[in-house]
């Protein structure tokens, strides 16, 4: 008897069963590394550390794990154009459909010769398709002031031109205006796995689920 109330309990806005609704969602579970940051000839700088975003569409719920997070700071080793990191990123979200698919922003800092701490430059990727892994290069992107004098006080000066909000280069309609010229990388290896996704007719091409 207890049962079939609880199969049978309504939403106070929704007339299906409780069980349904709450099938109407799938998981997708996220975890990695931020590997190093190489830069061709070398950071620009020391004392490389680097910030993560997570974001996605308005559908996307995190219901465990971390949206942001820190790396520690780290030095070149005896190759100069790598700086290595090893931080490990694990997070899970739900959603009800794949609009929005979850996104991670890179903002890389480190100290100019002033030992002032600046951008390093900026980098974004979109995560693997539920059931695979992936090693991911994303280009680092140096944000360029937009006028000869600003550009001329910021070399005195050693610092770049930062952006008020990095999530912006998850939005093209947003970023489309920023100038940028590109130097050097962010290496990740991500996995990701989905749950619940061949129940809601969702087929990613290697579907674990």
Request: aromatic share 12%.
């Amino acid at each position: 008897m207890i049962s079939k109330m609880i199969h049978n309990r309504k939403h106070d806005n929704d007339d299906r069963p409780f069980d349904v609704l709450h099938d109407n969602y799938f998981h997708l579970n996220v975890s990695g590394q931020i590997k190093y940051a190489y830069f061709p000839l070398g950071p620009d700088g020391s004392s490389i550390f680097c910030r993560y975003d997570v974001i996605s569409g308005p559908d996307w719920e995190i219901v465990s794990g971390l949206k942001s997070g820190i790396t520690q700071i780290a030095q070149p080793g005896s190759r100069m154009e790598i700086v290595t990191f090893n931080m490990p990123i694990e997070f899970t979200f739900k959603s009800t459909n794949p609009h929005g698919w979850p996104q991670i922003i890179f903002s890389v800092y480190g100290s100019n010769w002033w030992r002032c701490e600046t951008s390093r430059g900026y980098a974004r990727c979109h995560v693997p398709l539920a059931g695979s892994s992936r090693e991911i290069r994303a280009p680092l992107l140096i944000a360029r002031c937009k006028n000869v004098w600003a550009a001329i006080v910021n070399w005195f000066s050693g610092r770049n031109p930062e952006l008020k909000d990095p999530k912006v280069l998850g939005d093209g309609s947003k970023a489309k205006g920023l100038s940028t010229q590109s130097y050097g990388e962010i290496i990740v290896q991500l996995q990701s796995v989905c749950r619940g996704g061949t129940k809601m007719g969702l087929d990613w091409g290697q579907q674990l689920s």
